[in-house]
Nanobody, 124 residues
Framework: QLQLVESGGGLVQPGGSLRLSCDAS????????FGWFRQVPGREREGVSC????????TYADSVKGRFTISRDDAKDTVFLQMNSLKPEDTAVYYC?????????????????WGQGTQVTVSS
């Protein structure tokens, strides 16, 4: 059974850092691109970052460029999102998603599998 499980969320002060993990099981990661999305209650889910199947191309939303870094470790079946210089507006539930194919984008409809999400709260 294909499954994505996020972890690493929590409460952090502005300017702090968190590292989110997405553990994948039930499929071969080699054929999938991965994305991180986030959602605030009452607002649409938005794309944060994605990484292609080879791990050699990444995309970031303008709001997180220079602060967030996506990476993948296929040997460990895990995708990461390193989040630095966090701001209160980064507060959201963060979701990991997998898209079959080589390239990635931040279009929600293209993703085939989703995790349950992990809460990130940035507050003093």
């Amino acid at each position: 059974q294909l499954q994505l499980v996020e972890s690493g969320g929590g409460l952090v002060q502005p300017g702090g850092s968190l590292r989110l993990s997405c553990d994948a099981s039930g499929f071969a990661l080699d054929y999938y691109a991965f994305g991180w999305f986030r959602q605030v209650p009452g607002r649409e889910r938005e794309g944060v970052s994605c990484i292609n199947s080879r791990g050699d191309r990444t995309t970031y939303a303008d709001s997180v460029k220079g602060r967030f870094t996506i990476s993948r470790d296929d040997a460990k079946d895990t995708v990461f999102l390193q989040m630095n210089s966090l701001k209160p507006e980064d507060t959201a539930v963060y979701y990991c998603a997998a898209e079959y194919g080589h390239s990635c984008d931040l279009v929600i409809d293209g993703y085939d599998y989703w995790g349950q999400g992990t809460q990130v709260t940035v507050s003093s």
